[in-house]
């Protein structure tokens, strides 16, 4: 029986949540990767799972030559794992491979916050605030789902690469949503709301303030926080 995990090519791109509108393809190539990660995200496609480009080329009716930028697009976002002379495979969620994803997520992000408080408007600091009070409350209760709330928390950043006018920061910081939040739903433990709460509120202080020290130190300090969540014993 044919194996039809994978059987369309579905732009989904999963950059900005499921309630946002979906962007243009625009290559075939862009259209594997986002069917692909749809399938990774989804759990269709499990840790561990061979990718193989003969069989996906043929299954997706696509160039094994698409196959394969695709598949360096999905290593690059930390969603496969290389084999040298065999398929790649699913990345399989470590300890290790968090920590090397939320490294590079936390410099983008402190980017993101240092130039998007230098760079927003009023207007956008005041939807920044808005938003955030919807965020907060994603962190209400202990038994709130967690995904969710680091969802929203990792959104108020990214409004702030967007705010930054450097779209190469912003679609940087963009591309790395889907990995950290595999991470956290496969590897993280359960979180203390109050703090995280804080973070929000803290984080929206200091955008009204300009203050883009105590905002880069905020989100370096919420780095550490979410990686000792699942490092730690």
């Known amino acids: 029986m044919p194996d039809r995990r994978i059987d369309r090519l579905n732009s989904t791109r999963l950059l900005r949540g499921a309630e946002q509108p979906l962007p ?41 030559g698409t196959v ?30 968090f920590v090397a994803v939320a490294a590079e997520c936390s410099g983008l992000s402190v980017a993101a916050a ?16 808005e938003r955030a009070a919807a965020i907060r409350e994603l962190w209400a209760t202990d038994d709130s789902d967690q995904v969710v709330g680091a969802e929203g928390l990792w959104e108020l950043l990214d409004m702030l690469a967007e ?20 991470g956290i739903r496969s590897l993280s433990r359960p979180r203390n709301p109050a703090m995280l709460r804080s973070v929000v509120d803290a984080l ?8 883009r020290l105590e905002a880069t130190d905020l989100v370096r300090d919420l780095y550490t926080f979410v990686v000792d969540g699942v490092t730690e014993p």
Do not use: C, Y
């Open 24 to 64: 243009v393809i625009s290559s075939r190539s862009d259209a594997v990767v986002d069917s692909l990660t749809r399938s990774i995200v989804s759990g269709e496609l499990a840790p561990g799972d061979p990718l193989s480009v003969t069989a996906l080329a043929q299954r997706l009716n696509v160039a094994a």
């Open 68 to 97: 394969r930028s695709a598949l360096g697009t999905l290593e690059a976002m930390h969603l496969i794992e290389h084999r040298l002379h065999r398929a790649s495979v699913v990345v399989t969620p470590t300890p290790a491979w």
């Open 163 to 182: 705010f930054s006018r450097n779209r190469h920061l912003s679609a940087l910081h963009a591309a790395k949503r889907t990995a950290l939040m595999l």
């Open 114 to 129: 240092d130039l998007g408080i230098a760079e927003a408007t009023e207007v956008q600091i005041d939807e920044l605030a």
């Open 204 to 211: 929206v202080a200091a955008a009204r303030d300009r203050d």
